[in-house]
């Protein structure tokens, strides 16, 4: 089955980069998404991207894909206090709604002063 | 702006009792919406689809009965939690397809279910 993979925490000092880490196992996976979850709060989608493409910066967020390795890579530029929260990996076979989502577990960034 | 909406935002009831969490499209159509469920610090699993007009589709292991999903109108489904017990408390999402061409689904700001 499908199935993706993060690690569950990482630590960075403010100001540096954080690099979050994710791979897949379906092949056929053509959109990858990185959400944003904040405590006691919902999902906020922060960037996507489809399988055609090998990057996307979008302001202080670089999203990498090595298709053939299956994975996904969100790097934070000038990390802040504001960035600390559970950043899911996902993806899903057809872009828009034709299916559902499938999630990491999730990274907790921990952001140190 | 919010464009799913999810009601209620947290419930709390007693054990037994059954509970319904809505969501709603706004100003657009949904033939589709997606459930999800989420334990604490734990990832987001689907549980469902919802299919306007006709039958959800199911994610192996979710049980059909525990959890009635109705997509009546074009623009809600409803998620209903039946004789909820404590092991069903969990934060309950759902999200419906982005609009025009292949754009990211739409999530509501979930709903945190407790059962005493």
């Known amino acids: 089955g499908e199935d993706v993979e993060q690690s569950l925490f990482l630590s960075v000092r403010e100001g540096d980069s954080s690099v979050i880490n994710c791979t897949y196992t379906?092949?056929?996976?053509?959109?990858l998404y990185w959400y944003k979850q904040e405590p006691g709060a919902g999902l906020q989608l922060l960037t996507y991207?489809?399988?055609?493409?090998d990057m996307k910066q979008d302001q202080r967020l670089t999203v990498l894909l090595n298709k053939k390795d299956k994975h996904l890579s969100l790097r934070i530029a000038d990390t802040q206090t504001g960035d600390s929260a559970i950043y899911f990996c996902?993806?899903?076979?057809?872009?828009?709604?034709?299916?559902?989502?499938?999630f990491g577990k999730g990274t907790h960034l921990i952001i140190q002063p | 702006g919010a464009v799913v909406s999810q009601h209620p935002s947290w419930v709390i009831c007693k054990s037994g009792t059954s509970v319904k969490i809505e969501c709603r499209s706004l100003d657009f159509q949904a033939t589709t919406m997606f459930w999800y469920r989420q334990f604490p610090k734990q990832s987001l699993m689907l549980m469902a689809t919802?299919?306007?007009?006709?039958?959800?589709?199911?994610e192996q292991g979710v049980e059909k009965d525990k959890f009635l999903i109705n997509h009546a109108s074009l623009t809600l489904s409803t998620l209903t939690v039946t004789s909820a017990h404590p092991e069903d408390s969990s934060f309950y999402i759902c999200?419906?397809?982005?609009?025009?061409?292949?754009?990211?689904?739409?999530f509501g700001d979930g709903t945190r279910l407790s059962i005493l």
């Open positions: 996902a993806e899903s076979y057809s872009g828009g709604g034709a299916d559902g989502l499938t």
């Open positions: 379906d092949s056929s996976s053509t959109y």
């Open positions: 991207i489809f399988s055609n493409m």
């Open positions: 999200s419906a397809p982005g609009q025009g061409g292949n754009q990211p689904q739409h």
């Open positions: 919802s299919n306007e007009g006709s039958k959800a589709t199911y």
